[in-house]
């Protein structure tokens, strides 16, 4: 890596002496990222599906609940449910994004997140042999292999969480 950032998510990688990338996201005039990561990983000859979206729900218990997909993948709100034996789901807002995680929305990685945020990755994610993910830092992402991206996600729940 040839710059460096700081965050909770980049110690983590780097305690596991895992490589990585760091992608630089243009902020527009208000301090936010781009609102298309999408169209920035097409400009740099990037897959667009190798982007890993961390999505955050509440519980109806009261708890929070992370899901990591590739690309554009749409959570099914009912395996969801199931998995999660949970009766009622919705997004989380955005104040309640920072508060379970520690991290703003556009920068929340699908790992170094506190040990109440249940965490769960579609299969899909490990599809690609590079995928990119949230930094913790809005304007950045990071570059990481797939299967280094599994290792770090040893104790998340993996499965088919997305509609096809």
């Not at 000859?45 to 519980?59: A, E, K, T, W, Y």
């Not at 249940?118 to 809005?138: A, M, Q, W, Y």
């Amino acid at each position: 890596m040839t710059e460096q950032l700081n965050s909770p998510v980049t110690r983590l990688l780097d305690a596991h002496a895992i490589e990585y990338g760091l992608i630089e996201i243009p902020l527009d005039p208000e301090r936010k990222p781009v609102r298309s990561l999408e169209q920035l990983m097409a400009g740099l000859d990037r897959d667009p599906g190798q982007i890993v979206r961390s999505l955050l729900f509440r519980c109806g218990s009261g708890q929070f609940a992370l899901l990591a997909v590739a690309g554009g993948g749409r959570a099914d709100w009912g395996v969801l449910r199931k998995q999660l034996d949970e009766r009622r789901l919705t997004m989380a807002q955005a104040d309640e994004v920072l508060q379970a995680t520690g991290y703003p929305i556009g920068a929340v990685p699908p790992i170094a997140l506190p040990e109440a945020v249940r965490v769960l990755v579609d299969e899909t994610v490990f599809d690609h042999g590079k995928v990119v993910i949230g930094s913790g830092v809005l304007g950045y992402a990071l570059d990481v292999a797939g299967t280094d991206l599994r290792k770090v996600l040893a104790d998340a729940e993996t499965g088919h969480f997305v509609k096809l």
